[in-house]
C-alpha cells in the first residue's frame, strides 16, 4: 500500500501543476511513513522548470512530530539557494520557490532543514538534509555544433556513397521523455542526397553525377527532437557538398589544324607555335603530355608542355634555311598524363592535330668558309708581304658580292691590311716578334649593301729570326781580393737573348780583342752557356789599380750570328782571411819615410792651429767629447750675401748631374783609374744616359772620389750630404737651379709687367742682355 502512494504521487508530480493538489498529495504522504524520532514529510522534493505562474510556486511541507501546533517550534531552511530561491514558513513549514528555475542551468538543489525552540532558537531535533530536483520539460531544440558543413565526394560516385556525418545534441534531459530523442530529416537537396533518420550520415541518392555538368549542391538537414512527433522542437543546418573532379574526359583540340609563319634567321631553341588542347577535367587530370608523331625534317622541332598553362610549346632545334626547305608539316598528339583506369570505357584519353610551318626568307648574314685561320709571317717580313687569304659567300639566291675589312679594335696599330675584294691578308708595316708574337685579328664579311655582316677569326702567329744580339743576363759586381791567387775563379758569367731559336741558345764567350791577351784575366767557355773568369796572376793591389774593366765578346748560335761586347769591372778589394771583401776601390798613399819627430812636429802645428782659432772665438774643429766622432759636422760663421748673392758659388753644381769638374787632384791620392778603354773626360757620357740602377752607384763613387782629392777635407771620418734628384723623368729635371746653367731661348721679359711681387723673378730671368746671372 506504500508502494502504491508512492507511484501516485509520482503521477501527480508529472501530471499536477496546481499546488493544492500537491498538498493533498503530499499531506496523506507523510501520514503513512512515520518516524520514531522526528516525523519529515519525505527527503526529496520535484518542482518543474520555467514555472510562469504569478504567485511562489509550492514545492512541499515539512512538519516535525515534536511540533504540537502550539507554535513553539519554528522551521529553518539553509542550503543552496536558500532565502534566494526557496523560501519556508517559518510556523508551517511550507516551502515554495520564488524564482523560474533552468533545470539546463542547475538540476537540483540541496537545503538542509531544522527545528529550533521559537523562544530559545536551540534545534529541537538534529539538522536533515534534502534535495530539491529540477523537473525537465521539452524547451530546447537541437543544435548542430559543428554546422555549417562543408563536404566532398568524388563525381560519378555510385548510389550510396558516404558523403558525411552530421550530428545535433539536445540540452534536454536524455533520461527524461523524447525530449533529447533526435531524429534526422533532408530538407532541400532532393533527389541528389538522402540522410539516416537516427544517424545523420548523409549519402549520395543518384549515380553518376557529373561535375562538369553541375559541381556544387547545398544540402539542408533538419533534427527534431520528441522522436519527430508533433509538438517537437527541431533545428537545421546547411550541407555544402562539392563533387571533386575525377579524370573522366580526355583532352580535345579546338582545330584540326594549326599554320604558323617563322623567319628564316629564328635562333635555336625560339619557340615556333602554342597548341593547346582543351580538357574540362581540372587540376592533375587535366595534365597534357604532347609529342610530335611525325613531321618533315626529323629533330628539326620538338615540343613541350608548359606547365603553368597546359600548352604545348614547339621550338626550334636546328637552323632554318629557306633556300633548302621552307616549310614543313607535323603531327602532334595530346594525351592525359594521369590516366584513371575506372574511366577508360569512355574512350581514348588523346587526341591529334596538325602543324604547318611555313620558313620566311631573309637577309643572311655572309658565312665564312672556315670560322678560324691560322696564319704564319716572319718578322723581317717586307711591307705588303702576303700571309693568307679569307674567303665568304652569300648564302642567299642574289649571291651578293662580299667585302671585307679588319676590325681595328683587334689590330690598334695597324700591322695588317686586307684587301677588301679578295680577301688576302698582308702586312702593313715592320713586325717584331719580341713586341707580340701572335695577332688575334678579327675579319668582317659585310655585303655590298653593308647588311648584314659576319666575322670570321684569324691568328696570325709571328716567326722569329736572329734579329737581337746577346746581353749580359744582369750586371755583375765582381769584387777581387788582393790576396787573390793566379788561376782563381772570380766570376761566372750568363747571356740572355731575346730571340727564340727552333733549338734553343748556344753562346759562345771570349775577351774582346784589346785584351785578349792581356796579363791579368783569361776567359774560359763553360759549354752550358755561362763562361768563368780567372786570374792569370796574383798580387792585385788596388793602390796600383782599383778596377779592372773587360771587354766581354758574347756571340749567339743563330744565322747569321749576332754579337755584343759587354764591360765587366772587375774591382779589388781588401779582403779578409775567409775571402770576405772589406774594403774596395782606391785608397790615398800613406807618407812613408818620415820620423818619429817628423810626425810630432806635424802633430804640433796642428794643436797651435787649434789653439789659434779657439782665440780668434772660432768653432773649434775637433768636436766636443760627448759627440760621436764618426758624425763630424764643421760648422763656419761665414755669413752668404742671401738671395741676392750669386756669385758665392755655383748652386747648380750641388743638383745637375751632367755637370763636368775639373778635380784638384791630390799628391797622396792615386790618379785617375786606368782602363782598357779611354774615354776622354769631356765625352765621358752623361748621367741621365746610364741605367737607373747605375745612376746612383758612379753618382756616390763620384762624389767619394772628389772628397778623397779635397785638399781642403779634413784628415779623418766626416759626413757628407748631396742633394740628387735622380734621373728618373722623362721631361728630365723641373729644377729650377738647373735651369740657370742651361742656355734657353726663352723670353721672361714679360715678368716685369706682373707687379712688385714678381720684380725679383724678373731681374733674375727677364735680362733681355742674355747674360747669365752667376757672371
Known amino acids: 500500500f506504500k508502494l502504491s502512494i508512492l507511484l501516485l504521487f509520482w503521477f501527480a508530480c508529472f501530471l499536477g501543476r496546481r499546488p493544492k493538489r500537491w498538498v493533498g498529495v503530499a499531506q496523506a504522504f507523510a501520514a503513512l511513513w512515520p518516524s520514531h524520532k522526528r516525523s519529515w514529510v519525505w527527503n526529496q522534493f520535484f518542482v518543474l522548470e520555467e514555472y510562469t505562474g504569478n504567485e511562489p510556486l509550492y514545492v512541499g511541507k515539512l512538519h516535525s512530530d515534536v511540533d504540537k501546533g502550539d507554535g513553539k517550534v519554528k522551521y529553518v531552511l539553509t542550503g543552496e539557494g536558500a532565502t534566494t530561491i526557496f523560501t519556508i514558513d517559518e510556523n508551517t513549514g511550507d516551502i515554495h520557490a520564488t524564482k523560474r528555475l533552468d533545470r539546463e542551468a542547475q538540476a537540483y538543489y540541496t537545503l538542509q532543514a531544522q527545528a529550533v525552540d521559537r523562544i530559545t532558537n536551540l534545534p529541537v531535533e538534529p539538522k536533515s538534509e534534502f534535495v530539491v530536483k529540477v523537473q525537465d520539460i521539452n524547451d530546447n531544440e537541437p543544435k548542430f555544433v559543428d554546422g555549417p558543413y562543408l563536404a566532398g565526394v568524388p563525381e560519378m560516385s555510385p548510389l550510396g556513397t558516404m558523403v558525411v556525418q552530421v550530428e545535433a545534441t539536445d540540452a534536454d534531459d536524455p533520461t527524461y521523455g523524447n525530449s533529447a530523442r533526435v531524429v534526422y530529416s533532408i530538407v532541400h537537396g532532393q533527389p541528389y542526397f538522402s540522410v539516416e533518420p537516427k544517424t545523420g550520415i548523409i549519402r549520395t541518392a543518384l549515380a553518376n553525377m557529373d561535375r562538369e555538368s553541375r559541381d556544387q549542391y547545398v544540402l539542408v538537414i533538419q533534427a527534431k527532437d520528441m522522436v519527430g512527433q508533433m509538438g517537437g522542437l527541431s533545428g537545421t543546418t546547411t550541407v555544402t557538398v562539392t563533387l571533386t573532379d575525377v579524370n573522366d574526359n580526355p583532352p580535345r583540340f579546338t582545330h584540326d589544324s594549326y599554320q604558323y609563319t617563322v623567319l628564316e634567321s629564328l635562333p635555336l631553341q625560339s619557340v615556333v607555335a602554342r597548341i593547346k588542347a582543351a580538357d574540362i577535367d581540372i587540376g592533375s587530370n587535366a595534365e597534357i603530355d604532347y609529342r610530335i608523331m611525325d613531321g618533315d625534317g626529323p629533330g628539326m622541332f620538338n615540343i613541350t608542355t608548359d606547365e603553368d598553362t597546359q600548352e604545348g610549346v614547339i621550338f626550334l632545334q636546328k637552323t632554318l634555311d629557306f633556300e633548302t626547305i621552307n616549310s614543313f608539316a607535323l603531327k602532334i598528339e595530346a594525351t592525359n598524363r594521369n590516366i584513371d583506369s575506372n574511366f577508360l570505357s569512355l574512350g581514348p584519353f588523346s587526341d591529334t592535330t596538325s602543324v604547318k610551318v611555313t620558313v620566311e626568307d631573309v637577309n643572311e648574314p655572309p658565312i665564312f668558309s672556315s670560322p678560324l685561320s691560322q696564319m704564319v709571317v716572319s718578322e723581317d717580313a717586307k711591307m705588303g708581304t702576303s700571309i693568307g687569304r679569307v674567303s665568304a659567300h652569300d648564302p642567299d639566291s642574289l649571291n651578293s658580292a662580299i667585302r671585307y675589312s679588319i676590325d681595328r679594335n683587334t689590330d690598334l696599330e695597324r700591322f695588317f691590311n686586307v684587301d677588301a675584294l679578295s680577301g688576302v691578308i698582308s702586312t702593313a708595316k715592320p713586325l717584331d716578334r719580341e713586341a707580340n708574337s701572335v695577332h688575334n685579328l678579327t675579319i668582317f664579311a659585310i655585303e655590298s649593301r653593308k647588311f648584314p655582316c659576319s666575322m670570321s677569326f684569324a691568328v696570325?702567329?709571328?716567326?722569329?729570326?736572329?734579329?737581337?744580339?746577346?746581353?749580359?743576363?744582369?750586371?755583375?759586381?765582381?769584387?777581387?781580393?788582393?790576396?787573390?791567387?793566379?788561376?782563381?775563379?772570380?766570376?761566372?758569367?750568363?747571356?740572355?737573348?731575346?730571340?727564340?731559336?727552333?733549338?734553343?741558345?748556344?753562346?759562345?764567350?771570349?775577351?774582346?780583342?784589346?785584351?785578349?791577351t792581356n796579363l791579368n784575366f783569361t776567359l774560359r767557355d763553360n759549354k752550358d752557356n755561362t763562361a768563368s773568369i780567372l786570374t792569370k796572376r796574383g798580387g792585385?793591389?788596388?793602390?796600383?789599380?782599383?778596377?779592372?774593366?773587360?771587354?766581354?765578346?758574347?756571340?749567339?748560335?743563330?744565322?747569321p750570328a749576332l754579337s755584343s761586347t759587354n764591360t765587366l769591372s772587375v774591382r779589388v778589394c781588401e779582403c779578409d782571411s775567409d775571402g770576405v771583401a772589406l774594403s774596395c776601390g782606391a785608397v790615398a798613399y800613406t807618407a812613408t819615410g818620415l820620423s818619429t819627430g817628423a810626425l810630432l812636429a806635424i802633430l804640433g802645428l796642428m794643436v797651435l792651429l787649434i789653439v789659434t782659432m779657439r782665440r780668434r772665438k772660432k768653432e773649434p774643429l775637433i768636436l766636443e767629447e760627448e759627440r760621436d766622432v764618426r758624425e763630424n759636422i764643421v760648422r763656419y760663421d761665414d755669413e752668404g750675401g742671401g738671395e741676392e748673392d750669386t756669385e758665392a758659388f755655383d748652386m747648380v753644381t750641388l743638383r745637375n748631374l751632367n755637370v763636368i769638374r775639373d778635380p784638384n787632384v791630390r799628391r797622396d791620392v792615386t790618379p785617375d783609374t786606368p782602363t782598357f778603354f779611354h774615354y776622354p773626360s769631356a765625352s765621358r757620357p752623361a748621367y741621365k744616359n746610364l741605367p737607373d740602377n747605375v745612376v746612383f752607384r758612379e753618382f756616390i763613387w763620384e762624389r767619394l772620389k772628389d772628397a778623397d782629392v779635397d785638399p781642403s777635407a779634413p784628415p779623418y771620418d766626416s759626413l757628407q750630404t748631396y742633394a740628387f734628384e735622380g734621373s728618373g723623368s722623362v721631361a728630365e729635371s723641373l729644377s729650377s737651379l738647373e735651369s740657370l746653367s742651361t742656355d734657353s731661348d726663352q723670353n721672361y721679359d714679360y715678368l716685369s709687367n706682373w707687379g712688385p711681387r714678381f720684380k725679383k723673378l724678373a731681374?733674375?730671368?727677364?735680362?733681355?742682355?742674355?747674360?747669365?746671372?752667376?757672371s
Do not use: W
Not at 478 to 502: R, W
Not at 544 to 551: D, F, T
Not at 763 to 774: H, I, P, Q, R
Open 540 to 559: 792585385f793591389r788596388r793602390r796600383e789599380q782599383p778596377v779592372y774593366r773587360l771587354p766581354v765578346l758574347i756571340v749567339d748560335s743563330g744565322s
Open 460 to 516: 696570325v702567329k709571328v716567326l722569329d729570326v736572329n734579329d737581337n744580339a746577346p746581353l749580359f743576363a744582369m750586371d755583375y759586381e765582381t769584387l777581387l781580393c788582393e790576396n787573390a791567387m793566379a788561376g782563381q775563379m772570380i766570376q761566372t758569367i750568363s747571356a740572355v737573348d731575346k730571340d727564340e731559336p727552333p733549338n734553343g741558345h748556344r753562346f759562345y764567350y771570349a775577351l774582346a780583342e784589346p785584351v785578349a
Open 763 to 774: 731681374d733674375l730671368y727677364g735680362n733681355s742682355e742674355g747674360a747669365s746671372v752667376f
